[in-house]
């Protein structure tokens, strides 16, 4: 198979990510590196030991890249998405699609137009809880999932005065897409109607609120809740990463999905590292609920279980390599960030918002 040289837009935290990723694709050759400001470029060079550049159309013209993994902040992603398309290149993007329904809707029709290779990076797909969840659920092992409710309560960290807090976009697009993302995978159906709610924020310099609560009614029935709250939890700026989970199941962190079906539930709790399944049985006298699989994972497994974006990549390189189709199509993704502007105009409007008044 031909190596492809690949090139990441953005080298920060993500960006090192994306790079960690090609360093480890035995199908990437060379990786380049773009940061609009100069010295930037140079620093980022030297630490993530790449060729980088402060020229975006030295990469656009370079024909020997093929892969393009867009990891700047969300205000670019849908013009250097177009860009990349245009210049013929295969296009990983960072959620979110863009800080509008208009750049959401300009990725997909640029895609279109192009017949371009655009997967946007909602990596949960290629996470072992997560996949564990949609094969139980594909298996029927839960009868029809009826009801998911997501309960994630996060630490502050996108700092005071960044291009996060400060972000034109909510936290919707920018966190809730992923948890969005995962409740439309796992009920399977359209979404109709969605009803979304902030209360005051606690965070007081965020320039948008830093709690949601979204409900969502899907065409076949079901429904689904997400909760979110984004405040301080006791540990999380004092700890070194690796520690991350261990410090954080008991100090205020949740991130946990309970998906009800028709004959039994799966529970994923990432702060515990394990994802249960229960089933349904007609008693006597009562409904009775067994758990009959609980699986728990390593902490030396937390990246593959919890948000594999190295797998996701990895992936994505062999893909373009084998000149395959994204296997998370961006049309799915729009319907996801279409789900998000809804909840951002149902917030404003104070009201529910019907999934065909999003149509473009
Ligand atoms: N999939 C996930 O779970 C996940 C997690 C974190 C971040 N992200 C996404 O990745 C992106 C980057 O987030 P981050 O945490 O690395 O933020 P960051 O602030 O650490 O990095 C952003 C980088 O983009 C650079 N930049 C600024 N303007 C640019 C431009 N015009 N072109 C290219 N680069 C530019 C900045 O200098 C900075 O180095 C965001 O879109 C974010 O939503 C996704």
């Known amino acids: 198979m031909n190596k492809l040289d690949v090139a990441v837009l953005g080298l920060g935290r993500m960006g090192g990510t994306h790079v960690g990723a090609a360093k480890a694709s035995p199908l990437v050759r060379t990786i380049y590196g773009y940061e609009p400001d100069p010295a930037q470029a140079e620093l980022c060079g030297r630490e993530l030991d790449i060729q980088t550049t402060s020229d975006l159309d030295s990469i656009m013209n370079n024909p020997e890249i093929k892969l393009v993994y867009i990891a700047s902040i969300n205000g670019v992603h849908a013009e250097q998405t177009e ?166 199941s008991d100090d205020g962190h949740f991130l946990q999905y309970h998906i009800f079906g028709t004959k039994g539930a799966i529970e994923t709790d990432v702060f515990r590292r394990r994802i249960r399944r229960r089933t349904f049985t007609d008693g006597p006298q009562h409904l009775m609920n067994q758990i009959v699989e609980t699986i728990t994972f390593p902490k030396s497994e937390d990246q593959i279980w919890f948000h594999n974006t190295h797998g996701q990549n990895i992936r994505i390189a062999e893909l373009v390599a084998l000149g395959l189709s994204p296997e998370n199509p961006a049309l799915d993704s729009y319907e996801t960030m279409k789900v998000g502007f809804a909840a951002e105009i149902s917030d404003r409007e104070k009201r529910i918002v019907k999934m065909s008044e999003m149509d473009l």
Request: hydrophobic share 35%.
């Open 83 to 248: 860009k990349a398309l245009r210049a013929g290149k295969a296009v990983l993007c960072e959620k979110p699609m863009g800080e509008s329904l208009a750049e959401a809707y300009r990725m997909i029709a640029v895609e279109k137009e192009t017949d371009g290779f655009l997967q946007i990076g909602f990596e949960l797909h290629y996470s072992k809880i997560y996949m564990q969840a949609k094969e139980w659920i594909e298996h029927g092992l839960i009868g029809v999932p009826v009801n998911c409710q997501c309960r994630y309560y996060a630490s502050e960290f996108h700092g005071k005065n960044t291009w996060r807090s400060n972000s034109k976009g909510t936290l919707i697009g920018e966190k809730l897409s992923h948890y969005l993302d995962l409740q439309r995978w796992f009920i399977g159906s359209d979404v109709e109607d969605v009803f979304s709610m902030c209360a005051p924020s606690v965070v007081s310099y965020f320039n948008h609120p830093d709690n949601h609560q979204i409900s969502l009614r899907f065409k076949n029935g079901a429904i689904s809740n997400l909760n979110f709250v984004m405040y301080a939890g006791e540990s999380d700026h004092t700890d070194p990463l690796l520690e991350m989970l261990d410090k954080q």
